[in-house]
T-cell receptor, first 116, second 111 residues
Framework: DAGITQSPRHKVTETGTPVTLRCHQT?????MYWYRQDPGHGLRLIHY???????DKGEVSDGYSVSRSKTEDFLLTLESATSSQTSVYFC???????????????FGPGTRLTVL | GQQVMQIPQYQHVQEGEDFTTYCNSS?????IQWYKQRPGGHPVFLIQ?????EVKKQKRLTFQFGEAKKNSSLHITATQTTDVGTYFC???????????FGQGTILTVHP
């Protein structure tokens, strides 16, 4: 498996509290992504990064912010958690595009977040 | 925007039976990727298809990309209990912001 870790692996928090999830890679890949996975919805892209301090929104970005101050770290923040953000969060990485096409993604182990 | 429909949502088979999952896009794709996720695990890359009409094989798995590059399929011959999991397609393009996963097909294999 690619060198990707996520922390924490499990978290229970209360509505209205801030939460930060961390993704750390040792592969020096340029691209990093945050997804959420919910039953019936598959994997949905929240935010992604194409370089240090370069980030953009995905399909379901409302209520989430991200930061990438170093190549190896990509942080996902829920400023004020809501119950609808209860989910499993996956971080993924990939190398730069090849011939204009996206490369394979390597996923971290996931973080299970419960918002009460 | 780009939409990807994956069917079926669930598939139960007896060990030894074949299995197929399909992904259909509303737009022409530059490429498509397939991933497998074991229960409790994370998605793992299986393969990428790029060319119109492309067919690739990995042991008992056969992947196809349609001629119009709007659909793709994953076929498993003679399923085994180790094939259990959820299979996802990822519709690719030239923009990372337009990445779209199919909803996934959950495969159960009964011994």
């Amino acid at each position: 498996d690619a060198g990707i870790t996520q922390s924490p692996r499990h978290k229970v928090t209360e509505t209205g509290t801030p939460v930060t999830l961390r993704c750390h890679q040792t592969e020096n890949h340029r691209y990093m992504y945050w997804y959420r996975q919910d039953p019936g919805h598959g994997l949905r892209l929240i935010h992604y990064s194409y370089g240090v301090k370069d980030t953009d929104k995905g399909e379901v970005s409302d209520g989430y912010s991200v930061s990438r101050s170093k190549t190896e770290d990509f942080l996902l923040t829920l400023e004020s958690a809501t119950s609808s953000q209860t989910s499993v969060y996956f971080c993924a990485i990939s190398e730069s595009m090849t011939s204009g096409r996206l490369n394979e993604q390597f996923f971290g182990p996931g973080t299970r977040l419960t918002v009460l | 925007g780009q939409q990807v429909m994956q069917i079926p949502q669930y598939q139960h088979v007896q060990e030894g039976e074949d299995f197929t999952t399909y992904c259909n896009s509303s737009t022409t794709l530059s490429n498509i990727q397939w991933y497998k996720q074991r229960p409790g695990g994370h998605p793992v890359f299986l393969i990428q298809l790029v060319k119109s009409g492309e067919v690739k094989k990995q042991k008992r798995l056969t992947f196809q990309f349609g001629e119009a590059k709007k659909n793709s399929s994953l076929h498993i011959t003679a399923t085994q209990t180790t094939d259990v999991g959820t299979y996802f397609c990822l519709a690719g393009g030239t923009s990372y912001g337009k990445l779209t996963f199919g909803q996934g097909t959950i495969l159960t294999v009964h011994p």
